[in-house]
């Protein structure tokens, strides 16, 4: 979208007080296609990974149980931090048939392991292996670097605000 054209949004907007709140859809659609567009080329060139793949890096990184390798098979490796693919479903937002795909590709490139269920042998665990969990903390590192002179426009008060309204409207939704 061009300056002039988003211009020309706000002043319809100011004319038409019954489209008002579209004053603040639009920013949001804006902001979010350009974020998402920048992170998916940077971490298709960067990683060969694409958003949901990084979804379920992330996922598994922040919420992820840090389970020892002896209560998934032995006692010879450190911590992994492990989830049910129903956990992990829960923490993203993509369907379960995409999910399966997503961790075929993670697990094939050697970026997350799945293993079976010490409780329920049906069941398969997903855990982050040292070169996904190195590749997503890599990642995030870069990508908070790429934001912030998209970010430094505001001070740290309106920062705060930004988040404050944005953690509410997203609390919203579930």
Do not use: W
Not at 13 to 37: D, S
Not at 66 to 82: G, I, N, Q, R
């Amino acid at each position: 979208m061009e300056k002039q054209h988003l211009d020309n949004f706000y002043e319809d907007i100011l004319n038409n007080p019954q489209y008002k709140q579209y004053g603040l859809i639009l920013p949001l659609t804006v902001i979010y296609k350009n974020l998402f567009n920048d992170s998916e080329c940077f971490t298709k060139k960067t990683y060969d990974l694409i958003h949901s793949d990084i979804d379920v890096l992330a996922a598994l990184y922040f919420n992820g149980k840090a389970l020892s390798h002896e209560e998934l098979y032995d006692s010879t490796m450190p911590f992994k931090k492990t989830l049910t693919p129903t956990d992990l479903y829960a923490a993203t937002v993509f369907s379960s048939g995409g999910m399966t795909k997503v961790l075929k590709k993670l697990e094939d490139k050697k970026l997350i392991s799945r293993c079976a269920c010490p409780n329920d042998k049906r069941s398969l665990l997903v855990s982050l292996e040292k070169e996904g969990e190195d590749i997503i903390l890599d990642c995030l590192e870069k990508l908070v670097q790429r934001r912030e002179k998209f970010f430094n426009i505001l001070s740290e008060s309106e920062k705060q605000t930004l988040e404050d309204i944005l953690k509410k409207l997203t609390y919203q939704l579930f």
